[in-house]
């Protein structure tokens, strides 16, 4: 067993670690959540977080003290804003290996870690800088908590203490208060729905079930309140206000733009989770025993694995309901599905090497593996021949702009496509023939490769039109006393790349209104899309220095 875990140390290492500077963070999440951490390491402020030096009420302070830590330690820079969350994959992999050696044996284990590995979206966002990979994390380990301690409470007869009977269940109440000190109370909505529709499904049965909730929501109150109640205590309620204002705002209203179909995270899960996604399909429902049956069963390993599958199985459609009625529509909103689809995937596979149980899947996995291959695989030719993308943009002159950026593209870059494609003919093929322990292999280390050579090989070409242009000016005004606004458009990138400085004195003297028409008493430097100019132009005492893909940058002189 400690070879697994030294071999799983080692496979996190080479994954989620090498190349996390490697491009500019993207605005608006990752420069957002650093720019916090930046602030509250130049302010010292670790309380409360800020953007922009104002109180930043959408979000709690625990991943940014993450993030603070990993700058303090390290330096301001992308490899550091990343870092939390790479860690948070190596914590991923041997969490997951552990449950599925515990619940089911060995080989579920590596299945397991081996899907996070190699699912494209599992693995992308442990090389990120957004919060969802520990909030998902700390979601999931109270949810657990809550699974094992009702497997003990029926199944364990020997007296015990406090401490040894309730553990689990006061653990999984602070790993849920964690959740929510990272992103805020969805995290106690999501783990509540679950488990009222656990109850629900068995009639409400269940031995002490309403308590148990009741004991586990105060330990999560209790942990979540270390913060929010102090915040409270110390500042009035106007913070704690904002920031519950705010979360209704996301779930009734498409929040800055980010709109979408019902069926948008469905399509999302099942093309961004490849391959795992394919595996699970046929595994998504299906009746399982209750708690109440494992006192009947003759192996308590079987109904536990039973049992695991039921809350599973909840857990996936409870999240993917829930942000599919949500009118803000964002990739990562449903990223706490990895957890069961990468579990009930494994499920799959596992069960077709123990029990030889195959699901008809061969024709989604060839065909969902076969997109991402094709598209990336072709983006070198497309980028050699921009010219032809441009009528499909023709109404929009920004990003008409944006594909006029010096992008150098090289055949060689299309690599991950063709190995995507290749790792997927050739797992069809030996699911098919009925191998599926090397089916697996290949499907998930195709994608593990597909997904890293991707990000380094591709992803640094996609950032060189969408907003390498406006960051290389923001990093070239960084030791420059002088104000940056973006006019027309929402970024963090200027605050973050330009380093501002807290404002001494009047704290609205870099407002809109006194950078554009009064005099903030230094250089002024305005950024503008090339479809939204802003009046700019007229200003008076402002002038354009240059256009570059899309972005149009202004100077004004005030003194």
């Known amino acids: 067993m400690r070879r697994d875990y030294i071999l799983l140390f080692g496979l996190g290492l080479l994954l989620f670690f090498p190349f996390l500077g490697a491009v500019h963070l993207f605005d608006w999440d990752e420069i957002n959540f650093a720019e916090c951490s930046r602030e509250m390491l130049l302010t010292g402020d670790w309380f409360r977080p800020q953007i922009d030096f104002e109180p930043f009420w959408e979000k709690p302070p625990l991943f940014i003290w993450m993030q603070a830590l990993s700058m303090k330690l390290f330096g301001i820079n992308e490899w550091s804003a990343r870092l939390p969350n790479a860690l948070c994959g190596l914590a991923t992999l041997f969490l997951t290996f552990r449950l599925g050696t515990r619940l089911h044996d060995r080989l579920f284990g590596w299945l397991w870690a081996l899907a996070w590995m190699g699912s494209i979206l599992p693995h992308l966002y442990f090389k990120s800088g957004i919060i969802d990979p520990w909030f998902n994390f700390f979601?999931?380990?109270?949810?657990?908590?809550?699974?094992?301690?009702?497997?003990?409470?029926?199944?364990?007869?020997?007296?015990?203490?406090?401490?040894?009977?309730?553990?689990?269940?006061?653990?999984?109440?602070?790993?849920?208060?964690?959740?929510?000190l990272t992103k805020g109370p969805t995290a106690y909505l999501i783990v509540m729905l679950v488990l009222v529709i656990y109850w629900a499904r068995y009639r409400f049965k269940g031995r002490g079930y309403l308590k148990h909730m009741v004991i586990f929501s105060v330990a999560a109150s209790a942990a979540a309140l270390l913060w929010f109640g102090m915040e409270v205590a110390l500042h009035g309620p106007w913070f704690v206000r904002e920031f519950i204002t705010y979360q209704i705002r996301l779930f009734t209203t498409q929040d800055a733009g980010h709109g979408g179909f019902f069926g948008y995270h469905a399509v999302v899960l099942l093309l961004g989770c490849f391959p795992v996604s394919i595996f699970a399909l046929s595994n998504l429902w299906g009746d399982r025993q209750s708690q109440d049956e494992m006192l009947e069963s003759d192996t308590l390993a079987s109904c536990e694995r039973s049992d695991f599958a039921t809350w599973m199985q909840i857990l996936f459609w409870v999240v993917l309901i829930l942000f599919s009625i949500v009118q803000t529509k964002i990739v990562h909103y449903s990223s706490l599905c990895y957890f069961p689809l990468t579990y009930l995937g494994a499920a799959t596979i596992w069960r077709a090497i123990r029990w030889d149980i195959y699901p008809k899947i061969t024709g989604f996995l060839l065909i969902l593996g076969l997109i991402p291959g094709i598209a990336v695989a072709a983006l070198p030719y497309l980028g050699q021949h921009i010219d032809s993308l441009k009528p499909f943009f023709a109404n929009d002159a920004f990003a008409l702009a944006n594909l006029d950026a010096d992008v150098v593209w090289k055949y060689w870059q299309g690599l991950p496509g063709v190995l995507l494609i290749a790792a997927t003919l050739a797992a069809t093929y030996f699911w098919w023939k009925r191998q599926a322990w090397l089916s697996a292999q290949i499907a998930f280390v195709g994608g593990a490769a597909f997904t890293s050579m991707t990000l380094l090989l591709i992803v640094c070409n996609i950032e060189g039109y969408s907003q390498r242009a406006a960051i290389e000016f923001y990093e070239s005004k960084s030791e420059e006393d002088c104000f940056i606004k973006p006019m027309g458009f929402k970024s963090f990138a200027h605050l973050y790349y330009a380093g501002k400085r807290p404002v001494i004195g009047d704290t609205h003297i870099d407002d809109a209104d006194m950078l554009t028409r009064g005099n903030p008493g230094k250089k002024v430097y305005f950024v503008a899309k090339v479809n939204r100019l802003e009046g700019l132009p007229e200003l008076p005492g402002c002038h354009e220095l240059y256009r570059k893909n899309g972005f149009v940058f202004f100077e004004r002189e005030t003194r």
């Open 139 to 180: 979601i999931f380990c109270g949810l657990y908590g809550f699974i094992e301690f009702r497997w003990q409470f029926f199944c364990v007869k020997t007296p015990r203490s406090f401490w040894a009977k309730y553990k689990y269940l006061l653990l999984g109440g602070v790993m849920l208060g964690l959740g929510i």
